[in-house]
C-alpha cells in the first residue's frame, strides 16, 4: 500500500470527510483492521482564505508547496490537495516535490464520462467557478462542456460556501437555494452537477438534484485510495 499525502485544512470540515473516507475504502477493499497509510498536513485555512480574497495567490502558492515539502518529507509516496479551488496553484506546488499530485479533477472527469455526460454544471467557489485553472482542465484534457451559473447565482454559492459550510453550518434554506440553481442549470442544458468545493457535498446529495451529483470530495477520496492500492 503507498503512503497517501494530503494537504487539507481547507476546510478541515471536509478534510475530515476525506480522513473518514480513505479509511472507509481501505477498510472495505482490504477487510480486518486494514486502515489507510496516510500523512497529513492541515493548514490553517484563515491564512488561506485572507490571500484568496485578497489575490495573493503566488504567497498562498508558497504556503501550500512548503505544506507538499512537509508531506513528502513525511514518508508520502504521492499527495493530494483536499480542496478544489487550491488547485489554482497545482502545478506550481508540483514543481516543489517528487511526488505525483493526484488532480482532483481527473477522476471527477473519468467518473463523469463513465455515465455517458458530457455537459456539465460547476459549482464551487467563485474562483473555481469563473477561472480557467479547474474548468480550462475539464474542457481541454477531458473534452466536457462546463455551464456554470450566472454571477448572481455565483454570489450565492460562494457565500453560502465561506459564511457557512466552513464553519459547519448547513442550513435548509441554502440547499434550498443551491437546489434552484442546479434547476435553472439543467434548463441551459445540464446533464449533471460538479460539487466542486469540498464542503458542497455536506449541503447537497443526489436527492437534492434532479440530475446526477458529483461529489468531487468522494470521488477525490477513493481514487486517492484506488491509486494507494494498485500493484
Known amino acids: 500500500m503507498k503512503t497517501i499525502g494530503m494537504i487539507g485544512g481547507m476546510s478541515w470540515e471536509s478534510t475530515a470527510e476525506y ?9 472495505e477493499r482490504l477487510g480486518g483492521l486494514h486502515s489507510a497509510k496516510c500523512v497529513m498536513l492541515s493548514v490553517d485555512f484563515h491564512e488561506i ?3 484568496q480574497h485578497q489575490n495573493k495567490w503566488d504567497e ?7 505544506a507538499a515539502e512537509n508531506v513528502e518529507k513525511g514518508g508520502a509516496d504521492f499527495f493530494i490537495i483536499c480542496t478544489n479551488t487550491m488547485h489554482k496553484v ?3 506546488v508540483q514543481q516543489h516535490v517528487r511526488m505525483p499530485l493526484l ?15 458530457q455537459k456539465i454544471a460547476l459549482l464551487g467557489t467563485r474562483f473555481t467557478m469563473m477561472e480557467d485553472f479547474y474548468k480550462g482542465k475539464l474542457v481541454r484534457d477531458h473534452g466536457l462542456a462546463v455551464i456554470i451559473p450566472s454571477a448572481a447565482e455565483m ?6 460556501i465561506y459564511d457557512e459550510l466552513c464553519l459547519g453550518i448547513v442550513n435548509d434554506a441554502s440547499r434550498d437555494q443551491y437546489a434552484e440553481i442546479i434547476d435553472r442549470l439543467v434548463k441551459k442544458g445540464a446533464e449533471g452537477v ?3 468545493c469540498t464542503e458542497i457535498g455536506l449541503l447537497i446529495k443526489n436527492v437534492d438534484s434532479q440530475i446526477p451529483v458529483f461529489d468531487t470530495t468522494v470521488i477525490h477520496a477513493e481514487a486517492a485510495v484506488d491509486y494507494a ?3
Open 19 to 27: 480522513y473518514r473516507i480513505v479509511n472507509q475504502k481501505v477498510k
Open 49 to 51: 482564505e485572507t490571500l
Open 60 to 66: 498562498a502558492g508558497r504556503l501550500m508547496a512548503a
Open 90 to 92: 497545482a502545478d506550481f
Open 103 to 117: 488532480h482532483i479533477a481527473d477522476p471527477t472527469a473519468k467518473k463523469i464520462k463513465a455515465e455517458g455526460i
Open 155 to 160: 454570489d450565492i454559492i460562494h457565500k453560502v
Open 194 to 196: 460538479i460539487l466542486g
Open 229 to 231: 492500492l494498485a500493484i
